[in-house]
């Protein structure tokens, strides 16, 4: 059986009267869910639905009630939880990444601040070193 191509299968129905042999022609395909066979046409012929990537799915449902069995409902329903699952995984690394970028901020805002008074003391000796020589120069001359 091919998974690509609709299977056949051929019925051959006798008319006694003409003795003319008549084939019809039957098309079957897989369920891409739960691999059940779909019979897509003739007599008794199974419900299905095809979606936009032309996947087959059964479906049984009588009218006015819930269905009974829904492989395009289950279908997509398991996509999401693939979906959701490696979604929540890339923002949780995400989220991570920034707690990261953020610790790593405050440490440095840290540092800055203790080498703040370091720095001033420094700049303030100086400055004041500076405006000793501006005054011995002024003097000397």
């Avoid at 009267?17 to 066979?37: A, E, G």
């Avoid at 819930?66 to 890339?90: F, G, H, P, Q, S």
């Avoid at 303030?124 to 070193?129: E, K, P, S, V």
Wanted: hydrophobic fraction near 30%.
């Amino acid at each position: 059986m091919s998974d690509l191509a609709d299977l056949i299968y051929i019925r051959i129905s006798i008319n006694f009267q003409s003795m003319k042999i008549k084939k019809k022609n039957i098309f079957v395909h897989k369920c891409d869910y739960c691999n059940r066979v779909l019979t897509l046409n003739g007599p008794d012929y199974d419900t299905y639905v095809i979606n936009a990537e032309h996947k087959y799915f059964c479906i049984i449902q009588t009218p006015g009630k819930v269905a009974e069995r829904d492989c395009l409902k289950n279908y997509l329903e398991d996509k999401k939880k693939k979906n959701e699952y490696t979604i929540k995984k890339r923002l949780d690394k995400k989220e991570e990444k920034q707690k990261e970028k953020k610790e790593e901020e405050e440490q440095e805002k840290e540092k800055r601040l203790e080498a703040r008074p370091r720095v001033l003391a420094k700049l303030n000796a100086l400055a004041q070193d500076f405006k000793q020589r501006q005054f011995k120069n002024r003097h000397q001359r």
